[in-house]
């Protein structure tokens, strides 16, 4: 079975410190895609990144900043120097191949308030 | 509009009653999803289409609910017989192809039963 745990509910900061949030994932799977989708108070999810399960290299966007650890199954996503306008629920997402099938699997996600 | 189009935005019906929920995807793409998602939670995947085909249907929760994309284009997710518990934000989204593909949402259907 298939399944994202993001054990981070809400968390608030003060604009313009880093924050962390935390992404789980557990699949059979050796072929699987993991995103993060950011879903503003407007309510459309909005695709932030991809990342497939052979390309383990960070990426940084911006603030935005991504680890992807197989080792411990994680795909954390890191927002440096947070503004107002990152306030929103996070997922996180996956995908698997073979025992997933065409399912997308979401976390629960995590509310994200940055206070001015 | 480019993006995903989904009708109506709000649904208001009474319990027994059949709805149907639209999706307009992007122009283009052959993938698309159906998720139900409620309060505090993620999307539930529903169901996937590749062109008109339902390539993965698991996520349906029972027989009053179906889903057509008769030519591989607009979508229609129907539901027989509603329920209460029914209510909830129905998303669609659609990518360009199938696994792996970042999808694109609508801003949803807000189902809510009487």
């Known amino acids: 079975a298939q399944k994202v745990t993001q054990a981070q509910t809400e968390i608030s900061v003060v604009e313009k410190e880093d924050v962390t949030l935390d992404c789980v994932y557990e699949?059979?799977?050796?072929?699987?895609?993991l995103f993060w989708y950011k879903q503003p108070p407007s309510g459309e999810l909005v695709f932030l990144i991809r990342?497939?399960?052979?390309?383990?290299q960070n990426e940084i966007s911006g603030r935005y900043s991504w680890n992807f650890q197989k080792s411990t199954s994680s795909f954390n996503f890191t927002i440096t120097a947070s503004q107002v306008v990152d306030s929103a629920v996070y997922f996180c997402?996956?995908?698997?191949?073979?025992?997933?099938?065409?399912?997308?699997?979401f976390g629960a996600g995590t509310r994200l308030f940055v206070k001015a | 509009g480019a993006g995903v189009s989904q009708t109506p935005s709000n649904k208001v019906t009474e319990k027994g009653k059949y709805v149907e929920l639209r999706c307009d995807p992007i122009?283009?793409?052959?993938?698309l999803y159906w998720y139900r998602q409620s309060l505090g939670q993620g999307p539930e995947f529903l169901i996937y289409?590749?062109?008109?085909?339902?390539?993965?249907d698991s996520g349906l929760p029972n027989d009053r609910f179906f889903a057509v994309r008769p030519e591989g284009s607009v979508s229609t997710l129907k539901i027989q017989r509603t329920e209460r518990g029914d209510s909830a934000v129905y998303l669609c989204?659609?990518?360009?192809?199938?696994?792996?593909?970042?999808?694109?949402f609508g801003d949803g259907t807000r189902l809510s039963i009487l």
């Open positions: 289409f590749q062109g008109t085909g339902a390539a993965d």
């Open positions: 989204a659609s990518s360009i192809g199938g696994l792996g593909q970042p999808q694109h």
């Open positions: 122009s283009g793409h052959t993938a």
């Open positions: 990342r497939n399960s052979f390309d383990e």
């Open positions: 997402a996956l995908s698997g191949l073979n025992t997933g099938g065409f399912k997308t699997i």
């Open positions: 699949t059979r799977d050796t072929t699987y895609y």
